[in-house]
T-cell receptor, first 112, second 114 residues
Framework: GQQLNQSPQSMFIQEGEDVSMNCTSS?????WLWYKQDPGEGPVLLIA?????ELTSNGRLTAQFGITRKDSFLNISASIPSDVGIYFC????????????FGAGTQVVVTP | KAGVTQTPRYLIKTRGQQVTLSCSPI?????VSWYQQTPGQGLQFLFE???????NKGNFPGRFSGRQFSNSRSEMNVSTLELGDSALYLC?????????????FGEGSWLTVV
């Protein structure tokens, strides 16, 4: 089951609004990853964070690796209809390589 | 650069049968992991292979197994299928190194057990 607490579970927003979601964990992670999944598809990597305190942007997306290494957040600015989907956070321990622990996901719905 | 390729994309099996799913990782990636995704349990780690050896294993019964070939391609097998095995099975590819691995997923194989 899930070991990361991801919130909110779902968000209904209007086009143009900003979106914020976060993940917390009792474990210290070496890497935080954020993915977006569309229905019927595999998760697509949005942002990867490798250092505590790191703030990284990818277009309208911004994510930060918490200073305690136990949390991360993702912001989406000026949302557009194609931002609809489920966003997952994932934490990776130092020596885990391909093993990730996932949050339960945040479902984002954007209305025009 | 080709992404992670999974086959088949969709399949339907009967209870008691077995199934084999295939994954080709990104070129140069040596770590291949498998995940099961269901509405109730979310994304759960099955196992990881590196250099043809199982490196990590999740909490799944022995009916779930995998292997990796010398070209890094991987297969997973589920024997004696149960209805609860219906899920999206995802393969993930990573370079395979300590200190930070960026992990990429394939589109998945949808398995329905009837």
């Amino acid at each position: 089951g899930q070991q990361l607490n991801q919130s909110p579970q779902s968000m209904f927003i209007q086009e143009g609004e900003d979106v914020s979601m976060n993940c917390t964990s009792s474990s210290i992670f070496n890497t935080w990853l954020w993915y977006k999944q569309d229905p019927g598809e595999g998760p697509v990597l949005l942002i990867a964070l490798y250092k505590a305190g790191e703030l990284t942007s990818n277009g309208r997306l911004t994510a930060q690796f918490g200073i305690t290494r136990k949390d991360s957040f993702l912001n989406i600015s000026a949302s557009i209809p194609s931002d609809v989907g489920i966003y997952f956070c994932a934490g990776q321990l130092y020596d885990s390589w391909g093993k990730l622990q996932f949050g339960a996901g945040t479902q984002v719905v954007v209305t025009p | 650069k080709a992404g992670v390729t999974q086959t088949p994309r969709y399949l339907i099996k009967t209870r008691g049968q077995q199934v084999t799913l295939s994954c080709s990782p990104i070129s140069g990636h040596r770590s291949v992991s498998w995940y099961q995704q269901t509405p109730g349990q979310g994304l759960q780690f099955l196992f990881e292979y590196f250099s043809e050896t199982q490196r990590n294993k999740g909490n799944f019964p022995g009916r779930f197994s995998g292997r990796q070939f010398s070209n890094s391609r991987s297969e997973m097998n589920v024997s004696t299928l149960e209805l609860g095995d219906s899920a999206l099975y995802l393969c993930a590819s990573a370079p395979g190194r300590s200190g930070g691995n960026t992990i990429y997923f394939g589109e998945g194989s949808w398995l329905t057990v009837v």
